[in-house]
């Protein structure tokens, strides 16, 4: 299981999902241009002392990406999604794509998933943080796949 981060905007988003991804043993890839300076100073303020923990791959771009990830399927997390959630099934290898927090991800990401989950809101909800939506989805996947480090009660 990875977290893709596509071109992301906000530092400390980005810092608070190496966090996550640290803590629960998650690699993370960051496509590229990023809309900040990737610096530590930068990320460490979400990210903490964290960050050395965290197994980070930088592509300089979806293309880049696409040629260099490791196999398994590409899950978008999007507002768009035709899945809700509590439908998904995900499996041991999934990376999960996250977009910018501007703007999301163009068509040709979304063209490229293998499946587009979103996460269901009340009405009138636009959308999530993206590092709260990293949590929630990253959540449930480790739960179906078994993949949650140590031990987990009740399995």
Not at 50 to 66: D, K, N, P
Not at 107 to 130: F, I, K, Q, Y
Request: aromatic letters at 6%; one cysteine or more; glycine letters at 12%.
């Amino acid at each position: 299981m990875r977290l893709v981060l596509y071109e992301p905007d906000i530092p400390q988003n980005a810092g608070t999902i190496l966090r996550l991804a640290a803590c629960l043993g998650v690699g993370v890839d960051v496509v590229e241009p990023c809309g900040f300076v990737w610096s530590e100073p930068r990320l460490r303020r979400a990210g903490m002392d964290y960050l050395e923990f965290a197994e980070v791959v930088r592509h300089r771009s979806w293309g880049a990406f696409l040629t260099d990830r490791q196999p398994g399927r590409l899950v978008l997390l999007t507002t768009r999604g035709a899945v809700p959630l509590p439908a998904a099934r995900f499996e041991a290898g999934d990376h999960l794509v996250l977009g910018r927090e501007s703007a999301g991800v163009p068509d040709t990401v979304h063209g490229a998933a293998d499946l587009a989950v979103r996460v269901p809101m009340t009405a009138g909800a636009r959308s999530l943080n993206v590092a709260v939506t990293a949590g929630i989805v990253l959540a449930e996947a480790l739960r179906q796949t078994g993949g949650w480090p140590g031990t987990w009660p009740g399995t």
